[in-house]
């Protein structure tokens, strides 16, 4: 069995890097991408369907309203004063506090959920990141048999890719450590 | 002998983006930090001034009866304003998919955060009793009180601080992928500072997809917000019975003063800073022609509200209403309401001209006048209706102490240092957004305005 290697493709165009993951996804090759910004092609391209952080935000959401019924109801029947001959439980005013707390609620499971699944804060450096994917290239790393690299490094070449590094996952390993 | 002007470049690369924000982020000058001195003197003026109040109570201001609502709560209500075209620009316009947000809408998003910050400090100024600020908030305590949630004073309080904290949350998610780029290429405790700040992110395909997801239903959460708390805010006046207070369109009046405000203020911001880091390659005309368009539009709602307020004043025929519109415009501060007519209402109809929209130094002085015309509206409502209220016997005059004076242009001062200090130690311009949108910004720099249409 031939070692695992780190392949490291750089493109100058976000087209190039769309050509590649297309062609890398019709081969069946498992990768990662890199991008400077936040590319409605590029996710498409990949097609890994849409994120989990909505849910979240929804629980959130649900948790926020719910949270805003218990706050105002509970408080309202612990201080238990007539006043202006309304009811104690006073449902108009009481919707803006539930409003209030659904977006508080829903916003911040939106940031936590992010963070969650983004896997942030991240301490380890990721195999295949160079500082010019946060900047002006984009990248693709593909990790594989050193036997099949040249089919790989063909098909990326082929999309345009204008650089091609092969890295060493264990010498990172080393290093890092 | 004059410097010669460096033609601008019409066809920036990502690279070019990258470059022209680090250049804003390199260490600043003396002069920066003379700046930073000055208003930080001004913020102490007032910070003294404040403890003074604090220890003296609120007799050394000019609040008196009737008029216990005056410059403090103009001051919150203003920045509360200032706060929603961050909003605007950042969420509503992000959902619409608004071309000529990207260059502008973290200045934006950081005017909000910053205007809300300031604007939270006015309630607890105007407390007597700061100390006793968290009676606002529900707590288990042992004499079973609890906040009036039929109180628009404690919708304020819940609508306000979910503002700060929604508003803090979007601009840090924001910030993440330009404080990565920034960390990449910093030396020394700058490094750590945005390695910290981007908490490891590389921006690979799955941080992207969630990154997205997060920041487009941030913006579908914060729009509703946006409209809400400037509803909320005019609720602290509609819903009390006082003549000049009590309406019913208050809420959209406030909102649409909110962004006429606050789209002012992101000008009168903007104008000075394209100029003083040399931004005309990313903030174009087409840009300033675009917020002038939203505070013409802005401006003509807020018009409307006040000829609709006038003619259900004088259909209403209310004595005390009726009362109360004449000596707001021709009592004491007739004189400020006109100013504020002037400001909100007419100079803007300057900007249906494409010229002016363009011209950087007529839209300052304008965008000028719309900030001192939202103030004086606030003032004029809350200050001119308090003073003439249903019983003439207890009509007063509301003159300013130098404490609120001072403490408002502490404010003042205390926003724009934070604001400043942003600027020179975080992307003030949105590289990864720009980057997105750079066939945009090189149609707008070919063309000089219009992109798509010339």
């Known amino acids: 069995m031939s070692a695992e290697i780190e392949l ?10 769309v050509h590649a993951v297309d062609a890398l996804k019709r081969n069946g090759i498992a990768f990662r991408v890199f991008s400077p910004i936040p590319s409605e092609h590029l996710l498409h391209a990949i097609g890994r369907g849409l994120s989990p952080v909505r849910a979240f935000v929804l629980i959130g959401g649900i948790a926020g309203v719910l949270t805003g019924i218990a706050v105002t109801v509970g408080t309202s029947w612990e201080w238990n004063l007539v006043v202006g001959g309304k009811p104690v439980v006073s449902w108009p005013p009481f919707i803006i506090i539930m409003f209030e707390l659904m977006i508080l609620f829903g916003g911040l499971s939106a940031a936590a959920s992010f963070f969650l699944f983004a896997h942030l804060p991240q301490l380890d450096p990721i195999p295949g990141y160079s500082e010019r994917f946060g900047a002006d290239r984009f990248g693709i790393a593909v990790a594989c048999e050193e036997a099949d690299s040249a089919k790989i490094e063909a098909l990326m070449r082929e999309a345009g890719a204008e650089e091609i590094a092969h890295e060493d996952p264990r010498a990172r390993t080393l290093e890092a450590h | 002998m004059a410097a010669a002007i460096e033609p601008i470049n019409t066809n920036p690369t990502y690279a070019d983006i990258d470059r022209g924000v680090h250049r804003i982020m390199a260490p600043p000058g003396l002069l920066f930090w003379a700046w930073i001195g000055f208003c930080a003197t001004l913020v102490a003026i007032a910070a003294a001034l404040w403890t003074r109040q604090i220890y003296e109570g609120l007799g050394v201001t000019g609040l008196r009866q009737p008029t216990m609502w005056a410059v403090y709560i103009t001051n919150f209500v203003f920045w509360v304003g200032i706060a929603h075209s961050g909003t605007l620009i950042s969420a509503i316009l992000y959902l619409f998919r608004t071309r000529w947000r990207t260059a502008v809408y973290r200045a934006a998003e950081t005017m909000t955060l910053f205007a809300v910050a300031t604007a939270g400090l006015f309630p607890l100024i105007h407390l007597g009793r700061v100390w006793n600020a968290y009676w606002l908030l529900p707590y288990p305590n042992e004499r079973y009180l609890q906040p009036n949630f039929r109180s628009p004073l404690v919708w304020d309080a819940f609508a306000v601080s979910t503002y700060l904290t929604i508003s803090a949350t979007f601009l840090v998610m924001g910030l993440i992928p ?145 009362v109360t519109f004449q000596m707001r415009y021709f009592g004491p501060y007739g004189p400020l309401f006109w100013l504020m007519v002037w400001g909100n209402c007419v100079l803007p109809l300057a900007l249906f001209s494409p010229r002016i929209r363009r011209s950087t130094i007529p839209l300052f002085i304008i965008t000028i006048f719309v900030n001192i015309g939202m103030w004086l509206e606030r003032f004029v409502i809350f200050a001119g209706s308090l003073t003439t209220n249903f019983i003439p016997s207890q009509w007063g005059f509301y003159r300013p102490s130098i404490t609120e004076i001072m403490i408002t242009v502490g404010s003042f001062a205390w926003f724009l240092m934070l604001f400043s200090l942003f600027t020179r130690y975080l992307p003030i311009i949105s590289m990864t957004e720009l980057k997105e949108g750079i066939r945009w910004l090189r149609q707008s720099l070919r063309d000089d305005y219009y992109p798509g249409i010339r």
């Open chain 1, 8 to 17: 490291v493709g750089t493109f100058a165009e976000e087209e190039e890097c």
């Open chain 2, 178 to 322: 330009d404080v990565a780029n920034a960390r990449d290429v910093a030396k020394g405790w700058r490094k750590i500072f945005y390695s910290i700040l981007s908490f490891g992110w590389r921006g690979t395909d799955e941080q992207w997809r969630h990154f997205q997801m997060m920041y487009l239903l941030l913006a579908g959460l914060a729009t509703p917000l946006v409209i809400s708390v400037h509803s909320v805010v005019s609720w602290d006046f509609a819903m009390a019975q006082l003549p000049g207070w009590h309406s019913t369109i208050f809420a959209p009046y406030f909102v649409a003063g909110a962004i006429l405000s606050g789209v002012a203020m992101v000008l009168t911001l903007l104008i000075p800073m394209r100029r003083l880091l040399n931004l005309k390659e990313f903030i174009t005309p087409w840009h300033l022609d675009n917020l002038a368009k939203v505070i013409l539009l802005t401006s003509l709602v807020v018009s409307y509200s006040y000829i609709t307020e006038t003619f259900m004043t004088w259909y209403g025929q209310d004595q005390y209403e009726v």
